[in-house]
């Protein structure tokens, strides 16, 4: 019998505990070992709950007890996170989590401590909820030269982003209706302004290129700029725009980037809607993949950290987790990367069509009915530096959002 700890009684604590207890003959079938949770930490009771009599307050009490050999961290934030999963390291014991945050800021620092103790870390729930994107990263793809990942890693902007797009709606609108259906939190900030997305793929770009990404390195632009205006150009255009998460390699460098893309219908992507979240590989032997599903969620996020949690017994005695050095890596600078620009612009087509040409180059005219004293136009594919140079010279443009494919 192998005895686990879990470390947070929330939403997904409550559904690992579920899923252990719901699973129990299944997991240790698949495991070759009954799994028990000895202990619960939470600084709260839970009178009536059945969890009630497993529920510790102190972390001495786990990191002290050589019974157990797996800590679950499940807690969320940096601290006391980092240093409760760091010292259950440092005293032998596998540790599994779904903390994004964490892996993204201490994630190189963590596998090294259990590569060195010869046991696990591991974090398949931290990307993409029950999404197995990093399992087929290091064990099915292995290979490939991943040249690309992509992804809609945030459920709550592709929640709100739909409904913007389908139903006509403004941010402001969307953004309290995700809020009162406890898609978003009250302070929504991390999903919005694209700072979860992009932890995400922070970690999924150090998983491809085998070197440490750090997230402050990676250009990140949220949706709080969006309106329904765009959506009407979108529309015109048979687009859809998605907040993007995406990983490519440009000029042998990789380019990471999280903003809101203009998608054709022939993107993978496009058809993704709701609170789903999905991932695009692009590998040079595999060509296209994509891996689809619940990116959040008590269950679906508490299926991906049990998951793990018999990886680890099952691996118990080796460590199989080394995924990215510490050597950092080097990002393709975004004034290098190039891509296609949509632009929104003040102004009378026919009058001002010769003036953007000469600074962007050819270009094609978008016009929505309704909207008078504007126009959108389309570059063809430009660098950052190249587009941002012609951009100053039009203090008439009202917004830009990048175009994929």
């Known amino acids: 019998m192998i005895n686990i700890a879990v470390m947070g009684y929330g939403t997904v604590g409550s559904g690992v505990v579920e899923v252990l207890r719901i699973n129990k003959d299944l997991i240790k079938t698949r495991a070759g070992e009954e799994i028990n949770v000895k202990y619960v930490l939470d600084l709260r009771k839970f009178p009536g709950d059945p969890v009630e009599k497993l529920i510790i307050h102190d972390f001495k009490q786990i990191v002290e007890d050589p019974e157990i050999e797996i800590v679950v961290e499940v807690m969320g934030g940096i601290e006391p996170a980092y240093t409760f999963v760091k010292e259950s390291l440092m005293a032998g014991k596998s540790a599994v989590t779904s903390n994004k945050a964490l892996v993204a800021k201490h994630g190189t620092e963590l596998l090294a401590i259990a590569k060195e103790k010869g046991v696990n870390f591991l974090f398949e729930a931290s990307v993409g909820g029950g999404?197995?994107?990093?399992?087929?990263?290091?064990?099915?793809?292995?290979?490939?030269?991943?040249?690309?990942?992509?992804?809609?890693?945030?459920?709550?902007?592709?929640?709100?982003?739909?409904?913007?797009?389908?139903?006509?709606?403004?941010?402001?609108?969307?953004?309290?209706?995700?809020?009162?259906?406890?898609?978003?939190?009250?302070?929504?900030?991390?999903?919005?302004?694209?700072?979860?997305?992009?932890?995400?793929?922070?970690?999924?770009?150090?998983?491809?290129?085998?070197?440490?990404?750090?997230?402050?390195?990676?250009?990140?632009?949220?949706?709080?700029?969006?309106?329904?205006?765009?959506?009407?150009?979108?529309?015109?255009?048979?687009m859809t725009i998605k907040l993007l998460a995406s990983a490519k390699k440009q000029e042998n460098k990789i380019c990471a980037i999280v903003s809101p893309v203009l998608l054709g219908q022939e993107h993978p992507l496009y058809s993704v809607?709701?609170?789903?979240?999905?991932?695009?590989?692009?590998?040079?032997?595999?060509?296209?993949?994509?891996?689809?599903?619940?990116?959040?969620?008590?269950?679906?996020?508490?299926?991906?950290?049990?998951?793990?949690?018999?990886?680890?017994?099952?691996?118990?005695?080796?460590?199989?987790?080394?995924?990215?050095?510490?050597?950092?890596?080097?990002?393709?600078?975004?004034?290098?990367?190039?891509?296609?620009?949509?632009?929104?612009?003040?102004?009378?087509?026919?009058?001002?069509?010769?003036?953007?040409?000469?600074?962007?180059?050819?270009?094609?005219?978008?016009?929505?009915?309704?909207?008078?004293?504007?126009?959108?136009?389309?570059?063809?594919?430009?660098?950052?530096?190249?587009?941002?140079?012609?951009?100053?010279?039009?203090?008439?443009?009202?917004?830009?959002?990048?175009?994929?494919?």
């Open 131 to 238: 999404i197995p994107i990093i399992r087929n990263l290091i064990s099915c793809l292995t290979a490939d030269e991943i040249e690309e990942v992509t992804g809609i890693l945030n459920g709550t902007t592709n929640y709100m982003m739909t409904k913007m797009f389908y139903e006509g709606a403004d941010y402001a609108e969307v953004l309290k209706e995700a809020q009162d259906k406890g898609y978003a939190e009250r302070n929504p900030e991390a999903d919005v302004e694209g700072h979860d997305a992009c932890r995400k793929i922070a970690i999924l770009s150090s998983i491809v290129s085998g070197q440490q990404v750090d997230f402050e390195d990676i250009y990140t632009e949220g949706i709080t700029k969006i309106t329904k205006e765009d959506m009407m150009y979108a529309k015109e255009m048979s």
């Open 273 to 405: 809607n709701d609170v789903f979240n999905a991932v695009f590989v692009h590998g040079n032997m595999l060509g296209d993949a994509m891996f689809y599903g619940s990116g959040a969620g008590k269950l679906p996020t508490a299926s991906a950290v049990v998951a793990d949690i018999i990886d680890a017994v099952k691996h118990k005695d080796e460590n199989v987790m080394a995924f990215w050095t510490e050597e950092k890596l080097e990002l393709l600078p975004l004034a290098d990367t190039k891509k296609r620009y949509f632009v929104r612009i003040k102004g009378n087509e026919e009058q001002i069509k010769n003036n953007l040409e000469n600074a962007f180059g050819k270009i094609s005219l978008v016009k929505v009915k309704g909207l008078t004293d504007e126009f959108g136009f389309i570059t063809e594919e430009l660098s950052e530096a190249v587009y941002e140079k012609a951009a100053a010279k039009f203090p008439e443009i009202l917004h830009m959002i990048r175009v994929e494919g």
